[in-house]
């Protein structure tokens, strides 16, 4: 069965730093990978997907994720943070036969320091 | 950009009560999804909807819960009689044949009383 595990339930990060959230996946084969980002009150906004090819993916918002079939990984990145992106990204993971339903980490909520 | 929609974007209601929580995927998807998410919860899959039939459903979509496409547009979630921990935040979500992410909307968020 799927599973998705986010370590870490908060992170606070100060304006401007790099960030790098961190997922881990279990799937028995080559899953699709997605981070969704949810800010408060709002719903599930896609910032990225892996399903082949290149490792290393863009997203939307200065955001990219690694694909690392090794360490069963996909982690978010993003150079330098703004204010704006407080919010709670939850990486999900895909099956990719059947009709796709998502099975979702726990979150982790980005607090950014002025 | 087309987007999906849900209404009411949050209800109250008397536990025992019958709630129809309503969705209008985006007009050329063929693939619709309920999840939902318990306050400091992760996101739960609850049922996948494809060619007016459920595809696939969770342990927590049991009888008390059905769906329907009741026309072209809609697509509705109903829990028939609500209890307490039915309260949180339900996404509809759907997605196109061919595509592999699915589009989420703004959410209902359901608090039973």
């Known amino acids: 069965a799927q599973s998705v595990t986010q370590p870490d339930i908060h992170i606070t990060v100060s304006e401007g730093a790099s960030l790098e959230l961190r997922c881990n996946y279990s799937?028995?084969?080559?899953?699709?990978l997605f981070w969704y980002v949810q800010s408060p009150g709002q719903g599930l906004q896609l910032l990225l997907k892996?399903?082949?090819?290149?490792?290393l993916v863009q997203g939307i918002k200065g955001f990219e994720a690694e694909f690392k079939r090794s360490q069963s990984s996909f982690n978010l990145r993003k150079p330098s943070v703004h204010w704006s992106d407080a919010a709670e990204y939850f990486c999900a993971v895909g099956a990719t036969a059947g009709f796709q339903k998502l099975v979702f980490g726990t979150g982790t909520r980005l607090l950014v320091s002025p | 950009e087309p987007e999906v929609t849900q209404t009411p974007s949050h209800q109250v209601t008397q536990m025992g009560q019958e709630v129809i929580l309503r969705c209008v995927p985006i007009s050329n998807h063929l693939y619709f999804y309920w999840y939902r998410q318990i306050l400091g919860q992760k996101v739960e899959f609850l049922v996948s909807?494809?060619?007016?039939?459920?595809?696939?459903k969770s342990e927590i979509f049991d009888d008390q819960f059905s769906v329907e496409r009741p026309d072209g547009s809609n697509f509705t979630l109903k829990i028939r009689s609500t209890k307490l921990e039915d309260s949180a935040m339900y996404f509809c979500?759907?997605?196109?044949?061919?595509?592999?992410?699915?589009?989420f909307g703004q959410g209902t968020r359901l608090t039973v009383v």
């Open positions: 892996y399903f082949s090819g290149d490792t």
């Open positions: 909807f494809y060619n007016n039939e459920i595809s696939e």
């Open positions: 799937y028995g084969a080559t899953p699709y």
């Open positions: 979500a759907s997605r196109n044949r061919g595509q592999t992410e699915a589009f």
